[in-house]
């Protein structure tokens, strides 16, 4: 009922930016919380940074200073700003949001975006 299509990643030198986006779709009345994870190879999947729709932000402390997570409302959309990218950053980074689907119900729905590869070189 819900997609979430993430946009953005690609192939950088470290030190470098890029700005990931998450388009929201389907059944959509309002989202409450969204956020960006990580995860590479041999790893467990991690949070990145998360954003509620009031706006409030949290960071993981390996990217604070460094990336910028915010939202478009009126879009239905997420981004995440990436700057000063290290070899570090390299990983598929996937969209996730809780999702209000009707007035008539306050139950929110975990959703999950495929992801984007993003990779960092040195």
């Known amino acids: 009922q819900v997609q979430l299509v993430e946009s953005g990643g690609g192939l950088v030198q470290a030190g470098g930016s890029l700005r990931l986006s998450c388009a929201a779709s389907?059944?959509?009345?309002?989202?409450?919380?969204m956020g960006w994870y990580r995860q590479a190879p041999g790893k467990q999947r991690e949070l990145v940074a998360a954003?509620?729709?009031?706006?409030?932000?949290n960071y993981a402390d390996s990217v604070k200073g460094r990336f910028t997570i915010s939202r478009d409302n009126a879009k239905n959309t997420l981004y995440l700003q990436m700057n000063s990218l290290k070899p570090e950053d390299t990983a598929v980074y996937y969209c996730?949001?809780?999702?209000?689907?009707?007035?008539?119900?306050?139950?929110?729905?975990?959703?999950w975006g495929l992801g984007t590869q993003v990779t960092v070189s040195s």
């Open positions: 389907g059944r959509i009345f309002s989202i409450n919380d």
């Open positions: 996730n949001a809780d999702v209000r689907r009707s007035m008539s119900s306050s139950t929110a729905y975990n959703y």
């Open positions: 954003i509620t729709s009031g706006g409030t932000t």
